[in-house]
Every structure is written in structure tokens, then in C-alpha cells.
């Protein structure tokens, strides 16, 4: 071959000036034949004991039962080692899927129209944000403070380039927010969009009533719904029905493996209206010259590789593997598994929230209805007393004080249909220990 | 019952599959919802479809069926590097202790996860020539926007708010203007010369203090290597901006030259090109983000901090990682602040360190040899019956324009990406980069064998000919698939994007 490309070397083939030529050996890890890689990947398998201990982590990430047809589905080599379905004739099945993808995530949000998924439910708030903003022209966020944190955090990183300012509406003493501070707020008619989170992070739901929704709408203010739990979805109210325009979400929840953060997948949806708004792939439907159902990536004049620095977002590969694996989930579970799931999340977290609650020196710190999480006030530092509780080999929850100082003695707390009574148990004979201790001092 | 014949070019949606009582019992019935919520807060239906799980194996099993892969054939898909993709990477990456592990477990009950998080970025950091990597972007667009931020806050705190155009050559990804564009800055589009490349004096005719990034692909999407890079790195220096390099066509260089090296200030790399992460049909990605010891206080939080762990048993043999206990570190003040969610897509950072366990140094240098040798190799041949608008030694891809055969024939690159398609081969990225007329990008990456590469070049040299002798028959493929070519611009007047009930 490099006689037919005329070079007589491979070293010749790639010569580069002197100037930038490699001075040193690199600094690798050695090559290993491939049972020493999996030998080397078990040692550090091993070392993440914190997957054998009785877990109550949720606020973003959540574990659910996810069928094994899931993965017999998904990891076929045909979807795994496609490319994005630029050609059309040959990606009939994943284009259909997205298609799918799209429908599912319109019939639970009750939203018109669905993107092929962004990265994650944080940058869907924040392309979410910018799809507002391209709308009505205004350059200020308002977003609840009752939103997750880290949605927060990464939507205050795209504002920071965006050069958008962001203001935080505060929390009611019952968990949820604060409307009458919202409808004071958009009267200014200077934000572009407001975001609010049902459930929101402390697993409370927490919609616009009509007259917030009213005045969100009279202010031409575009209400932005969050889901981060997309569970939920399955059994309460959808957000098109409180009035948001725009829906934006994570679906980790749907069969995505928690994996450490990632990869999961985030969506939008909105109103019709915002359809050439809406960042990143879109799949239609049509038909082929001879008049065959066919679909095909539609509406590419709102994308990076058409209109450059004047697409809607630079989005180009998203999460088309785990919106499958969502997809393949929600066919498998059906309306009738997805509701039952999501009762089941309901019954135990209400199960964990009464035997948490009955301890002395632990409250629940909300009153709002929630729907899988709660937070529990243990009075005292939540950081020591998680500490303690990870020494009996239970992770009880997320320390609130990470982001909120004036919720730092509270745990947020999460049960889903995995979760057992015997961990509710255990968790509450060990609370009961840690947090009586302290009571009784 | 009626019966209907079997048509393979058509497939039911799900919505159109299923009937009530045909649900799957993967949890227990629970009590009714109004046992804990007010009717008011519930929804009323959930118009899903009810499916038994053998007819949700048989859907996506046809799905996958029309869907065609790396498994399945050829893949000279330019820009993208669609090599094969080992089994080991996914059969680590769905390993029960990193799949089920929670992004909140405490650093001390995840510190492998960490570990392997950790030698990732040290590795990259070593390949690369770059002070840090953050983990945390979630694809290579994703860590462009990175990059541009760090560069924009970099700027700020320097008090150098002045710097707001960002230098872009003509052969650019989309996704540079585009990534520019969301941090406000303004783009300078720059030509290339007809070597094909960026030249030193134009882009000095640019340069000034109002110059905030050079973005540049080494080599660029001609799939040239950039070889005045570092006098163009040392002009932008001069000028008081930043270099970006933009590593989607990486698979090109490693263990040969670092951008780095080259000057890069900043860098993106796409592991799930160069590092054989399954690109799953348009991702999940994974983008790491690279910089200069100057930057490395504005990467994305969180990143892995190791400290030196107390000393070893005697006599263990250990690799030099296991000498540390790893931690997130989110206290990073100049940091730009999280690009996501959570840490990182972290099961794509297990897919790449396997990669890498599987080649080390002496095998990625390897990989991009041969990732070269055969790029060029296809090009010899290609350009044998169609046009190579820049002959002359590429890297991993390579250009060639049907703008010929369309003036003699009226045969389009597309109408050749689409024959090729009949042949069981996927088409070359088509159309771009933008300034190659009729342009079809080749990149036949290193896992291809001489046969398929040789079968390649045969099927395409026959499809010119066949342009030649009957134009009309390579206009109308595809013929093979299950549907013809489709209609894009109905798709797009009448968007049609979800099933409807009724549409039924």
C-alpha cells in the first residue's frame, strides 16, 4: 500500500515540521491483551463499593427497574454503530424510532412537538432558555430557586456566554415557589422566559396556578416547564396543562443506567409555535418518490452544519442511543407499567416519608404534595449525620446544605419502586440511633 | 382478518401496535394514585400503547434491520471516524459497579470510577500535549462551547473585554461559528489558500487586538495537515489571542504530533471518534476539553484531584494511578462553571480508557499510521476516474469533487452517495466542507482491511462508470433499501413530527 501511495515509510507518510515534532514518549498506560483489560477494569470495578450499599440518592439521578429487553434491544450492533441518520434510505429504522422518541415525549408532556434529545436535562433548560430568548428578544432568565441546582449552575455557564442575566425567584416555607414573588417579577416584561420545576428538587410539585399562569402569559413571558424526574410524567398532571410552553427534561429515568452521571438525555418540547426554535435534530414524517412512508431528519435550515453562526444552537451529536433505549423502555412499559411505576413511586416514598417522619429529631421539612423525594430535617449538621449513616453502609440522601445554607441540617431523601421496606427499615432504625443520640443531648 | 401481503418496505409505528391487556407485569400493580395525590395534581389518561414484550422484540428488532451500522458494512463517513468499535469497551462500560453507580456516591465509595476518570484525562493530557483535560462537556460541539467560554472568561478577567471576534477558516466544522456565536463573539470567516490551507499572511491581515480565538482543525476537514500551524499559533499569540484546536479529526495524529505542541491553547477532542465509543446513531458523545497550564483554572467543574494515598502493602506490584485516592473537585472559582448536569458522560470515559489499555503508546501511534495509510491509499485509487481537487499526501480523510462527472454527466456527489448505498456501503460525508464543489469526504479509518478498501474503490470506480453509460440508473438510486429516495422538502412544508391518534 505505500508503494501504491508512493512514500516509503509510514514515518515518510506522516512527517510533520521539526518544529512540532514529538520530543518525548508519551506518558500512556501500557497496552494489555484484552483479558488483562477486563482484569484491570474489575479492579477498579471493585473499588466503587458505594453500588452495594442501600441507597437513597436521587435529586437528578434516579435507579429504576429497567427490563432486560432494554439492553438485548438497544445494544444491537445496528443501532450502536450507526451513525446520525444523515442518509435516510439506510436509517429507516432509527429514523423511525426518533420519530417514536418524539411522539412519546409529546403524548407525556402534552406538548405539540418533541427534538430528537439534547445532552442531558440541564442543557435542555438552557437551550430551553435560548429558544426563549431568540422568541421575544429579552436578555434576562428568571428561573425558581427551587429548580436543581446543577440545572441552575450549568444554565447560569450558557447565560455567562450568552451575556443573560439570571434572577432567582425564592421558596415558599412549604417547598414550593414562591408565585406571588413570580407574578410581581414578570409584570417587569423583561424576562424572556420563566422555568419552574414539577416536581422540583426537593421532589415537590410545583406548577403555575391560573392566575400565575395568567400573568406569565400576559407579560409575554414564556413558561418554561422542568422535569427532571421523568417518572412523573406517567402519572401527574402534564405540564401543558398548567400552561408551560416549553417542556424540558431529563428521561434518565427511562431505562437510562445511572452510570455515574452519564450518559443520560435530555429533551424538549414545546408549542408549535417555537418549532423553528427548537435546537438540535428533528425527524418527520413523509414518503419516498414512489409515495412509501419514509422519515428523514427535517427542518436542518435551524442547524449548525446548514447555518453555521446563525443556527439556533451549535448542538450537533446528541443522545440518539439513550433516547432509543428510553423509547424501548416506554414501549415495553406501557400506559399500564409507566403507571403503575409511577404509583409505586408515590406508595414508597410516602411509606419512607411516614417511618422517617415518626422518628424523634426528624421532620419533614415541606408540606407540599411531592411525588418521590422528600426532604427530611434531622436537626443537626445533614453532612455528619449521612457520614454516619454511610458507616453502617446506607446512603441516606443528598446534604441540602451543599447548595442551600439555610437547609444545611436537611437530607433529601428519595424512594422509587426498587426501593424496600426492609431499607426503609433499615434506614430508619439507624436514623433513629444517629439522630436520638443527638436529640437527647 | 384480512390477510395483506408482506411488505418489507413498511413498518407499523408503536402506536400502531398493541392492544389493553397486553401489558408486561415488570412491577406489581400499586394502590390507585388518589390514595396519595388530589385528582387535581393527577393526570387523566395516558395515551400510551400496551405492548406484550415479544412485540417489542420484534419492533425494534425490524427497526435495527433498517438501520445500518459499522457491523453491517463500510463506513467512509469523512469528519467522523467510523471504525469499529470493540465489544470489551461496552462490556466494561456496562459493568453492574460502573452502570448502577450513583453520580452522589461519596468520592470514598467511588474511587474507581474516579480512577478511571483520572487516567483517562492523564492520558489524553500525555497524547495531546496539554496541561488538563475536564471530562465534563458531553460531546465535541458541547466542549467548543467549553472552550469559547474559558477563552471568553479568560479574556474578562485579563480586563480584555475588547476581544470578541473569533477567527474561523472557510474549511471549519459548522459547530466552530455556531459555538462562537453562543458566547457572543463575532466570526471572521477565513479563506483557505489553494494549498488548501490557512495562510500565515491572511490571517495576519486579521489578526488585531480585537482578536479573541483562532479555531482550526489539524489536520483540517481537506483532511491536509496545517503545516504552518505553529507560525499561525505564534501570529495569534503575537496578536494576544488564543489558539483552539479542534480535535475531531485527532484519529490523524496521535503519537505523531500534539497540538499542544503546535501552540494550542485550548482543544476539544471527540472520544467517540478517535477512542471507539459507539456513536449509538448521533451519540451519546463524549467531549473532553483540553488546555494550557495558563487555562487550567477555567475548565468546567468538577475535576478529578488525586492525592498521594498512603503507602502500598510491600512487595504489590501496582500501576502508578493505584498510588493515589481520587476527589471531584467542584471549589474551582475562575472555573466557567458545569457544562451539565452531572461529572461526565462517564460511561463513554470506561469505553475510551479500554481503548487505550487496548493500544497504549506504540498502538495509537500505529492506529493513526494506518488511519493515514489508508486514506491515502483510497485516494491514489479514487483519483484514478474522479476528481481530487488537492493531490498531494493527506491525513486520515481525504476530498474528491464529482463536479466534473456533473458537467459531463449530470451525475451529483449525491446521486454517488446514494448508488453506493445499493453496494451495501454507507456514503462519504457529502457537501462538505463547504468550499470543495460536489465534494465527497472520504474517511475509511484504520480498521478497514485492503480487501474492503479495494472493494470500495472498485464499486465507486464502477458507479462512475456506470454516470458515464446510463446517468439515469446511478440518478435513481438507491433501488436496494427499503424505501427510495426520500421527500425532503414535503418533510419540511408540512412537518409532520409525532403520530397522531386520529392521523391513525
Not at chain 1, 184 to 205: H, R
Not at chain 2, 78 to 104: V, W
Amino acid at each position: 500500500m505505500l508503494d501504491a501511495v508512493g512514500v516509503g515509510s509510514l514515518e515518510e507518510l506522516l512527517k510533520v515540521p521539526d518544529a512540532v515534532a514529538l520530543k518525548a514518549p508519551l506518558d500512556i498506560v501500557p497496552a494489555l491483551p484484552e483479558y488483562q483489560i477486563a482484569r484491570r477494569f474489575e479492579h477498579f470495578a471493585k473499588k466503587n463499593t458505594g453500588v452495594d450499599y442501600i441507597s437513597f440518592l436521587g435529586a437528578g439521578s434516579y435507579r429504576h427497574y429497567a427490563p432486560p429487553a432494554i439492553g438485548t434491544l438497544a445494544m444491537r450492533g445496528e443501532f450502536l454503530t450507526a451513525y446520525t441518520p444523515y442518509q435516510a434510505e439506510v436509517s429507516q429504522g432509527y429514523l423511525q424510532a426518533i420519530y417514536e422518541w418524539q411522539s412519546y415525549i409529546c403524548l407525556l408532556t402534552g406538548m405539540d412537538i418533541a427534538n430528537a434529545s439534547v445532552y442531558d436535562g440541564a442543557t435542555a433548560l438552557a437551550e430551553g432558555a435560548i429558544m426563549a430568548l431568540n422568541a421575544n428578544g429579552r436578555k434576562k432568565m428568571l428561573v425558581s430557586r427551587a429548580i436543581d441546582p446543577n440545572y441552575r449552575a450549568v444554565l447560569k455557564t450558557y447565560c455567562d456566554g450568552l451575556e443573560v442575566e439570571i434572577d432567582e425567584l425564592p421558596v415558599n416555607a412549604d417547598g414550593t415557589t414562591d408565585l406571588d414573588s413570580l407574578k410581581d417579577a414578570v409584570a417587569s416584561k423583561t424576562y424572556a422566559a420563566v422555568a419552574i420545576a414539577s416536581p422540583n428538587f426537593f421532589g415537590n410539585i410545583d406548577t403555575l396556578d391560573a392566575s400565575s399562569a395568567a400573568a406569565v402569559k400576559e407579560s409575554g413571558t414564556v413558561p418554561i416547564a422542568v422535569v427532571s424526574e421523568a417518572i412523573a410524567l406517567g402519572v401527574l398532571a402534564t405540564p401543558a396543562s398548567w400552561g408551560a410552553e416549553i417542556v424540558v427534561g431529563e428521561a434518565q429515568s427511562f431505562g437510562v443506567a445511572m452510570a455515574y452521571g452519564g450518559p443520560y438525555v435530555g429533551f424538549i418540547a414545546s408549542t408549535s409555535e417555537h418549532m423553528r426554535r427548537i435546537p438540535g435534530r428533528l425527524v418527520g414524517k413523509t414518503v419516498d418518490k414512489e409515495n412509501r412512508t419514509a422519515y428523514v431528519l427535517t427542518l436542518q435550515a435551524r442547524e449548525q452544519h446548514i447555518r453555521r453562526e446563525r443556527a439556533t444552537s451549535n448542538i450537533c451529536t446528541n443522545q440518539a442511543h439513550c433516547a432509543l433505549i428510553a423509547t424501548i423502555y416506554l414501549a415495553l412499559m406501557g400506559k399500564t407499567g409507566l403507571h403503575d411505576v409511577g404509583a409505586l413511586n408515590l406508595q414508597r416514598s410516602r411509606e419512607l416519608a411516614t417511618a422517617v417522619s415518626s422518628l424523634d429529631g426528624a421532620d419533614l421539612k415541606f408540606t407540599a404534595p411531592f411525588f418521590n423525594e422528600i426532604v427530611v430535617d434531622v436537626h443537626q449538621p445533614a453532612s455528619e449525620v449521612l457520614a454516619k449513616l454511610q458507616e453502617r453502609n446506607i446512603l441516606g440522601g443528598v446534604d441540602l446544605g451543599r447548595w442551600y445554607p439555610e437547609l444545611s441540617t436537611c437530607i433529601l431523601m428519595n424512594a422509587t419502586e426498587l426501593t424496600t421496606s426492609g431499607e426503609i427499615e433499615a434506614l430508619t432504625t439507624a436514623l433513629g440511633e444517629i439522630v436520638r443520640v443527638h436529640a437527647n443531648v | 382478518m384480512s390477510t395483506q401481503t408482506f411488505d418489507r418496505t413498511q413498518s407499523p409505528l408503536i402506536f400502531d401496535l398493541g392492544k389493553d391487556g397486553r401489558a408486561n407485569r415488570y412491577v406489581e400493580e400499586a394502590r390507585p394514585t388518589t390514595d396519595f395525590l388530589p385528582k387535581s395534581l393527577l393526570r387523566d389518561e395516558l395515551p400510551l400503547p400496551d405492548n406484550s414484550e415479544l412485540e417489542v422484540i420484534r419492533h425494534f428488532t425490524k427497526l435495527s434491520q433498517r438501520t445500518f451500522g459499522i457491523d453491517l458494512g463500510f463506513y467512509p463517513l469523512g469528519s467522523c471516524t467510523m471504525k469499529y468499535n470493540p465489544r470489551i469497551n461496552d462490556a466494561m462500560a456496562t459493568k453492574r459497579e460502573f452502570a448502577q453507580l450513583h453520580p452522589y456516591t461519596p468520592d470514598a465509595l467511588a474511587q474507581g470510577a474516579l480512577q478511571v476518570m483520572y487516567e483517562l484525562e492523564r492520558s489524553l493530557a500525555s497524547l495531546f500535549g496539554m496541561a488538563a483535560f475536564s471530562l465534563n462537556p458531553s460531546a465535541g460541539a458541547h466542549a467548543e462551547l467549553a472552550a469559547l467560554l474559558i477563552a471568553k472568561k479568560y479574556f474578562k478577567d485579563r480586563g480584555e473585554t475588547k476581544r470578541d471576534k473569533v477567527i474561523v477558516p472557510d474549511t471549519a466544522h459548522g459547530t466552530n461559528p455556531a459555538s462562537a456565536a453562543m458566547c457572543g463573539f463575532k466570526v471572521i470567516s477565513l479563506p483557505s489558500d489553494e494549498r488548501g490551507r490557512v495562510s500565515v499572511e491572511e490571517i495576519k491581515k486579521v489578526l488585531g487586538d480585537d482578536t479573541a480565538v483562532c479555531m482550526m482543525t489539524n489536520p483540517n476537514t481537506l483532511g491536509l495537515f496545517e503545516d504552518h500551524s505553529h507560525e499561525i499559533a505564534q501570529a495569534v499569540h503575537d496578536a494576544g489571542g488564543l489558539m483552539y484546536y479542534d480535535g475531531a479529526n485527532a484519529n490523524a495524529i496521535m503519537g505523531n504530533v500534539r497540538p499542544g505542541d503546535m501552540g494550542f491553547d485550548l482543544m476539544h477532542l471527540n472520544t467517540h471518534k478517535t477512542f471507539t465509543i459507539p456513536h449509538g446513531g448521533g451519540g451519546a458523545g463524549h467531549g473532553p476539553v483540553g488546555v494550557a497550564a495558563h487555562l487550567v483554572d477555567y475548565l468546567p467543574t468538577p475535576v478529578v484531584r488525586a492525592t498521594p494515598a498512603p503507602a502500598q502493602a510491600t512487595g504489590e506490584k501496582v500501576a502508578p494511578s493505584d498510588r493515589y485516592t481520587f476527589s471531584l473537585d467542584f471549589d474551582r472559582p475562575k472555573s466557567i462553571g458545569p457544562m451539565r448536569s452531572f461529572w461526565s458522560n462517564f460511561a463513554h470515559a470506561v469505553r475510551a480508557l479500554a481503548y487505550i489499555y487496548a493500544n497504549g503508546a506504540d498502538g495509537l501511534k500505529k492506529v493513526s499510521q494506518l488511519a493515514v495509510l489508508n486514506a491515502n491509499y483510497v485516494r491514489v485509487k479514487v483519483a484514478e476516474f474522479l476528481e481530487t481537487p488537492y493531490p498531494e499526501i493527506c491525513r486520515h480523510e481525504f476530498v474528491a469533487s464529482a463536479q466534473e462527472l456533473k458537467k459531463e454527466t449530470g451525475v451529483k456527489a449525491l446521486d454517488i452517495a446514494k448508488a453506493l448505498l445499493d453496494h451495501g456501503m454507507m456514503a462519504p460525508t457529502m457537501y462538505f466542507p463547504l468550499i470543495v464543489p460536489e465534494c465527497l469526504m472520504i474517511e475509511p479509518t484504520e480498521t478497514e482491511s485492503k480487501e474492503t478498501l479495494d472493494q470500495f474503490i472498485a464499486v465507486l470506480r464502477e458507479i462512475v462508470e456506470e454516470a458515464k453509460r446510463n446517468p439515469q440508473a446511478v440518478m435513481a438510486a438507491p433501488v436496494t433499501t427499503v424505501v427510495g429516495r426520500v421527500d425532503e422538502t414535503r418533510a419540511a412544508r408540512q412537518p409532520n413530527l409525532k403520530w397522531e391518534a386520529t392521523a391513525g
